[in-house]
């Protein structure tokens, strides 16, 4: 119990120093798993929408992968990816491997289905007829795309706050892809393994308090903007 | 929030992944000397980079060289497998037997060496096995086995690999040993279980000195030449692979052991612990090191 | 703007919902699609407004064909975006490029002429099924297009809220001339308080079609006239009907045994219901209640309608002309 007060007080320390590397580690952080997540919406809303509301054949295989997909071990995306990137794997000519953008690509993978999934929920919940509404009142399918979308923006703020929280706490696809390579690669998560693998438990805990901190910020931002249109 | 203010939110997080594209590659300044430039990648072991060692060499060759260097520390055993699949550059790691396989099939060339260290056996302070004081390994190995708790690293890095050349010198079959624990982690992380546990384990001397202001452990036996824990680079065979960036590759090398980093490695944390984590070995064979 | 109808046929998996040789409905005036449930009403309706494309057959309105044609369509169920009533009727103005105070005009207006002018600022969750409906169907009107469409304007509603607004929709469709209106019902009455022609519509098949009067007063055939609520018997050998209100109690010129399941008294008078032959039928009388079992009803020969093809021929889908 002593190491662990002695840890978050060393920890509080840490953070509030300014330490140049953990406020590096911390922007990174936020900007991968935010382009993941912001990938992932732009790929996965339609998607959702199509899946909620299409009939077209192998639809129900479909569903079944998006509920496959969440449940799916992030690490086992990471994995696959990682084979798929590094020079002895199909893509290695891109030499993506070890690079940030590669994080993107990985976590973006994982976010996906959940993103996919909340959003066919959310459109499914809405009036059947909404969409041809919209349609005979004269909206384009991209007007209808967006008005829907207003329409479904508690459920889609869910499905926001869930493909960045998947993101965001991604470890084993974040490292196996990204190498945790210093000032480059390196995010909360993945420097949290390497903290504790050397032992340094202050410097965990206080990159612990950080990624919880941000997850909290991030969402409760989310939540805000949510339960305000609640009107 | 109103539907154009949304809107502009919405298209600056669009923006993000956008920085995330022109990221790419932090650019190191163009150094003084030779820049090559171009990006390497480098496996290596955990407990290089535990010691903190790499952290200091890695700016120095990106400067000199204007290369991005991307060090991968995961086990020895991974490293290897990484350069015969030729998904690394170059390689340095600390397993010599296991080394020569990937040597005799020409996956790796121009081995260099570089540095060596020793590995110790620790444990807490009541040493209920009794080892201090004892002078032969296989002797004491044969008291690890007796009882007392043993964490092994488990994880096909060079420690590990290590820790079984012994038990198979001392007649010992690791599965038999009592109280055997494997974390499958790094140095840092198994020394913490050992010391939480009041178990031995085997470390190399630069992770324990790192660690040893907030361990309860102690060194117990060290010395025999088995014990010597030696450091080779090694360029990946561009023959054989043709991806490897050859340049780059033979560039690290030369780095390793040239006068100014070996003088470096000899001098690095030796001031903070009051010996040096490693001895510079560039020139020398692995046969005279020890005596 | 005319809609025509050619050959027209939709299918839902194997099939066949709605088949329309030919089908014409009159520019400028309110046609009720009438039928029993499932008859294929709302899918014409669907089919016209261009949200079902039918399998085959053109639908043109006006001389131009549905896809490119605009139509305003009120659908059963009063659905909104979330916001005020307004905000909904703004919706559809705003999608159509109409600026800010044309707008803010014409939904005030169209808003009062449905009695729905003190809600505008109202939010749509907190309205009443009839007021949920006034302003679906001011939705429609708000756009003030050619063709306007209306599913089941009055399903749902109450009675007294259903009786206000057949009282008031008449003049607020005829204030529009130039406008088409077609509307889906199920309802006998609804469709003879509000519209000029019917399209009688049973099985995904034209029946009848022509003025109210020509519809009503003589059906095509025994399915349409059942419907309409006549009374179909087995009459000098042939199918015919009896119409609606035309039996009396006692001997007549034409006589028939009404077997008799239930009396419905209402103050002085009494309305027997039962059937004769198998058939629903009503008589209205005073005096003495008749038990439970047959009485003798009669009506006069012209109110009898042979309905077999003998004398009425043509069964499907007819021209709207002069009849």
Known sequence: MGELFDGLVEALRLIGSGDAELREIAWRTLVVSGSATVLAMLIGVPAGYALARGSFPGRTFALASVNTGMGMPPVVIGLIVWLMLIRSGPFGGLELIYTKQAMVIAQLIIAIPLVVGFTAAAVQALPRELPELLKVLGAGRLRTLWLVAKEARLGLLAAVMAGFGAAVSEVGASLAVGGNLQGDTRVLTTAIVLETSRGQVERAIALGIVLLAMAFAVNLTLTIAQQRNRA | ?291 | MEIRLDGVRVERGARTVLDVPELVIRSGVVTAILGPNGAGKTTLLRAIAGLDRPAAGSILIGDRPVANGRVSFAFQRAVFVSGTVGQNLQLALRLRGIPSLERDRRVAATAEELGVGHLLGRDVRRLSGGEAQRVNLARALVLDDEVLLLDEPLAGLDAPSRESLLQELPATLRSRPRTTVALVTHDRDEAARLADDVVLLIDGRVHSAGSLQAVFSRPEDAESARFLGWTIVDWEGAVAGIAPGSLAVGTGEVEFSLEVEAIIPAGSRWEAVGRIGGSPARVGGDGPRPQAGPLTVSARRPDLLRLDGGVNVKNTGRTIGNR
């Open chain 2, 1 to 291: 929030m109103t539907g154009s203010r949304l809107l502009l939110l919405f298209a600056a997080l669009a923006l993000l992944p956008l920085a995330v594209a022109c990221g790419g590659d932090d650019d190191e300044s163009p150094g003084t000397s030779t820049p090559i430039g171009g990006t390497m990648i480098l496996a290596t072991t955990t407990s290089t980079q535990d010691t903190g060692l790499l952290d200091v060499l890695e700016p120095m060759f990106e400067e000199r060289t204007g290369t991005d260097l991307k060090v991968i520390a995961i086990g020895t055993g991974a490293a290897l497998e990484m350069a015969a699949k030729g998904d690394a550059d170059a390689v340095l790691t600390h397993a010599l037997s296991s080394e020569k396989k990937y040597v005799d099939s020409g996956d790796l060339v121009g081995a260099r060496l570089v540095m060596h260290n020793d590995f110790v056996i620790v444990g807490p302070e009541s040493d209920p096995e009794k080892l201090k004081g004892l002078t032969d390994l296989n002797a004491a190995m044969k008291a690890l086995a007796a009882g007392g708790g043993f964490i092994s690293r488990g994880d096909d890095s060079g420690t590990h690999k290590k820790e079984l050349e012994l038990w198979m010198a001392a007649a010992v079959d690791p599965r038999s040993v009592a109280d055997r624990e494997e974390t499958g982690q790094g140095m840092g992380a198994t020394l913490n279980v050992a010391d939480q546990k009041g178990a031995y384990t085997l470390t190399d001397r630069g992770t324990y000195l790192a660690l040893k202001q907030d361990l309860d452990l102690v060194v117990l036996f060290e010395g025999p030449a088995p014990l010597l824990n030696i450091y080779h680079a090694y360029v990946v065979n561009p023959e054989k692979h043709t991806g490897v960036k050859r340049a780059q590759a033979e560039a690290f090398v030369a780095f390793m052991v040239s006068p100014e980093v070996q003088q470096l490695i000899g001098d690095f944390k030796r001031a903070e612990y009051g010996e040096p984590l490693f001895i510079p070995d560039a020139g020398k064979t692995v046969e005279s090191l020890g005596k």
